[in-house]
């Protein structure tokens, strides 16, 4: 039997499964990413730049409640800021902290981080990446 907590571990990578499907389909076919369990996201917009081998995403993500997401990086900078809900967020090199409602938070290229205990309300964030063509968007850290 699949209980929330297995499924939660298997579909764990929330921010990192956005980032996986953004990296696959809409720098291949300029498309809207494919759904995942608990995630739903939306790309407002996709630019090369800000200079050459770069591109620039911004998404509004939706998590859902008991959503956990797994470690992972990013081969560029991640900005984040919370619209909705929120949850905990260790990342390499930082104190743990709770992210919620009006926080805002940038993670370095390469750094690892997750999301710790999930939240309990559905979280959206709206998230800008700026990262280099031809690499994974996220890779499990």
């Known amino acids: ?3 929330r907590r297995s499924f939660a571990g298997f579909a764990s990578c929330a ?3 956005i980032a996986e499907f953004i990296a696959t389909e809409a720098s291949a ?22 200079t050459p081998g770069y591109t620039t995403l911004l998404v509004e993500a ?9 470690r992972h990086t990013h081969p560029g900078i991640e900005s984040a800021y919370i619209m909705e809900g929120g949850f905990e967020l260790p990342i ?12 805002a938070v940038q993670i370095p ?12 309300a559905k979280t959206v964030i709206l998230i800008t990446y700026v990262v280099e063509k031809g690499k994974p ?3 499990p850290a």
Do not use: F, W
């Open 92 to 103: 390499q090199g930082q104190a743990t902290r709770m992210i919620k409602k009006g926080d």
């Open 109 to 120: 290229p390469e750094t690892p981080h997750a999301g710790g205990k999930p939240g309990d």
């Open 62 to 70: 939706t998590i859902e409640p008991g959503v956990a997401v797994a």
């Open 29 to 50: 076919q300029g498309a809207p990413p494919a759904a995942t369990a608990g995630v739903t996201r939306k790309i407002l917009s996709q630019t090369d730049g800000p």
């Open 15 to 17: 921010i990192c499964g």
């Open 1 to 3: 039997m699949l209980t």
């Open 137 to 139: 968007l996220a890779s």
